[in-house]
């Protein structure tokens, strides 16, 4: 008792009163720091799993154009999705979209696709351009614009032109 009184009389000094709020301080600031570096990576992290998820994304529909396979690449389509193909332009729902470039594939079988160019727009959509090649030698420029929704990345807009 004799000691806790006299720690109470030590600790309501001034000189001590004036340390520890000075220590204080000091924590609030440890606190607030290792919370400002956990949230920058936490937004570090969250950047790298949408940029991974955009790769996963642009790598899948790359494939499935690759194997010429409508079905998977209707997977990654919007519910609707702004199409421009031979014969077909305009805005389709998911399923007849899917049924349009079916057909496409079954008429233009796939030689060889490859990726010219992808990137992102600065409102977080990504796009790629690429290059379809038939079994006809016809040669096609594809445009394909992907846009996040509801955190899934689908395609928005799928063109294919005749070069």
Same mark, same amino acid.
């Given at each position: 008792?004799?000691?806790?009184?006299?720690?109470?009389? #030590?600790?309501?000094?001034?000189?001590?009163?004036?340390?520890?709020?000075?220590?204080?301080?000091?924590?609030?600031?440890?606190?607030?720091?290792?919370?400002?570096?956990?949230?920058?990576?936490?937004?570090?992290? #969250?950047?790298?799993?949408?940029?991974?998820?955009?790769?996963?994304?642009?790598?899948?529909?790359?494939? $499935?154009?690759?194997?010429?396979?409508?079905?998977?690449?209707?997977? +990654?389509?919007?519910? $609707?999705? %702004?199409?421009?193909?031979? %014969?077909?332009?305009?805005?389709?729902?998911?399923?007849?979209?899917?049924?349009?470039?079916?057909?496409?594939?079954?008429? +233009?079988?796939?030689?060889?696709?490859?990726?010219?160019?992808?990137?992102?727009?600065?409102?977080?959509?990504?796009?790629?351009?690429?290059? +379809?090649?038939?079994?006809?030698?016809?040669?096609?420029?594809?445009?394909?614009?992907?846009?996040?929704?509801?955190?899934?990345?689908? #395609?928005?807009?799928?063109?294919?032109?005749?070069?």
């Amino acid at each position: 008792m004799l000691v806790s009184k006299s720690l109470k009389y #030590i600790l309501s000094l001034p000189q001590y009163t004036k340390v520890m709020k000075t220590q204080s301080t000091s924590c609030k600031f440890f606190k607030s720091a290792k919370f400002a570096a956990a949230a920058l990576l936490f937004f570090v992290l #969250i950047g790298k799993a949408t940029f991974a998820q955009d790769k996963q994304t642009t790598l899948k529909i790359t494939q $499935s154009i690759q194997s010429g396979n409508a079905s998977t690449l209707a997977v +990654h389509f919007n519910v $609707s999705i %702004d199409l421009t193909l031979p %014969d077909y332009e305009g805005t389709y729902s998911k399923k007849q979209a899917e049924q349009i470039v079916k057909i496409f594939f079954k008429n +233009h079988p796939v030689k060889s696709y490859t990726v010219e160019h992808s990137g992102n727009s600065n409102d977080g959509s990504c796009y790629m351009i690429g290059s +379809h090649k038939t079994t006809t030698n016809k040669i096609f420029r594809v445009y394909i614009l992907i846009k996040n929704r509801n955190n899934t990345d689908l #395609i928005q807009q799928l063109q294919f032109e005749e070069e």
